[in-house]
């Protein structure tokens, strides 16, 4: 058992039995009152915030977790299919843990998958990735005055809004967290 005090942004915690990951936490002293923590948490079964306070140096259940990169094999259904690398043992990987990153990957990728025991409960896709666009409006010469996006649909058919000089056929690198065009990539 860990106190308060040892708990920071990203770790896995067992709050009322269920396993949450802290995606807020900060030390608070209001005035002359005691000082606490107030934690911003998501349930890592249903994907609901919870919120809570702990009071400092209160005992707070840390949940070990093992971290291990898989090769994404192909969707099927409401899971996707992932290789070990290692012992290439295949798992069925619920494809809501991957959230809107799911539609940037292709086969090949590497996955980031947490394990509790055997049991995978997280799981995050390359933070950028490179895709070629397979459809976009032409762009026409002396249009990089503006800041102005158009919408380019991806090998993997997601669809991305890329500045007006990037044509069809370019790579181009893409932030899987924020799904926004970095830059393009020679």
Do not use: W
Not at 44 to 51: A, D, T, Y
Not at 59 to 77: L, W
């Amino acid at each position: 058992m860990a106190n308060s005090g040892d708990i920071n942004v990203g770790s896995v915690i067992r709050f009322n039995g269920e396993l949450c990951k802290i995606e807020e936490y900060q030390h608070r002293t209001p005035g002359n009152l005691r000082a606490f923590y107030q934690a911003r948490m998501r349930n890592l079964k249903n994907g609901k915030i919870v919120e809570n306070r702990f009071r400092a140096g209160e005992a707070v259940e840390v949940v070990r977790v093992d971290y291990k990169q898989m090769q994404f094999i192909y969707p099927e259904g409401e899971f996707i299919v992932l290789m070990d690398n290692e012992t290439f043992e295949q798992i069925y990987l619920p494809s809501f843990l991957l959230g809107d990153s799911l539609k940037f990957l292709k086969e090949g990728m590497e996955v980031k998958v947490s394990f509790e025991g055997d049991e995978p409960i997280l799981a995050e896709a390359p933070v950028f990735v490179e895709l070629t666009i397979t459809y976009a409006e032409p762009g026409v010469k002396g249009d990089t005055a503006t800041n102005t996006l158009k919408p380019a649909t991806l090998e993997t058919g997601a669809v991305v809004n890329v500045p007006l000089f990037v044509n069809e056929g370019e790579k181009i690198k893409i932030d899987t967290r924020t799904n926004s065009y970095v830059e393009r990539v020679k």
